[in-house]
């Protein structure tokens, strides 16, 4: 007896419940459900085998309008890539100032990194570590006495679809008259 009262009250619920429409709230498995946008609002409705398909004037069902993102849509690569590339031209602008470089490399020793701070409407902000390296020519005799070997700017820019803005700058780039 023990064992026949458990599978007895199993059915008896399996029998209840297909009675009773199911545990679930909402259509039949065999429902479909369709969408009509009307000239005020889209609304959806469920119709079932049971029911005759109602009358609508186009006969078809219109394609969603899609509305643009709250968010940038470029990946978080390309994003990083476009910061990085936006620091590197910084970082050979700033160095052009100098008349005692004689040479610049990129990320030689400390190559670029990136980070995505977050997204926003405005953009997605990216932080940005870019490594340089420079020689020094501090007598100007077109060879280079001395180098600035793995230096590293940290900045942060805001990337649109559009635009690349620099924010903020952390660790900028180190002056070269300070060595020679």
Do not use: H, N
Not at 54 to 75: E, F, N, R, V
Not at 126 to 138: A, F, I, K, M, N
């Amino acid at each position: 007896m023990r064992r026949t009262l458990p599978v007895a009250v199993v059915c008896l619920l399996a029998v209840t419940a297909g009675c009773l429409g199911g545990v679930a709230d909402g259509p039949t498995p065999d429902a479909t459900q369709t969408t009509r946008q009307t000239d005020t609002a889209t609304r959806t409705t469920t119709q079932t085998d049971t029911e005759p398909p109602q009358d609508t004037p186009a006969q078809t069902t219109p394609s969603p309008t899609t509305t643009s993102s709250p968010t940038p849509t470029q990946s978080a690569e390309r994003a990083g890539d476009r910061a990085v590339a936006a620091e590197e031209d910084r970082i050979r602008a700033r160095i052009d100032e100098y008349d005692r470089v004689g040479g610049l490399g990129l990320g030689i020793i400390v190559p670029p990194e990136f980070e995505i701070v977050e997204r926003t409407a405005d953009g997605v902000r990216v932080r940005v570590e870019v490594g340089y390296s420079v020689e020094l020519d501090c007598d100007t005799d077109g060879e280079p006495e001395e180098a600035l070997d793995g230096a590293s700017t940290l900045t942060t820019y805001l990337v649109t679809d559009e635009t690349v803005t620099r924010q903020t700058v952390s660790r900028d780039v180190l002056s070269p008259d300070r060595y020679c």
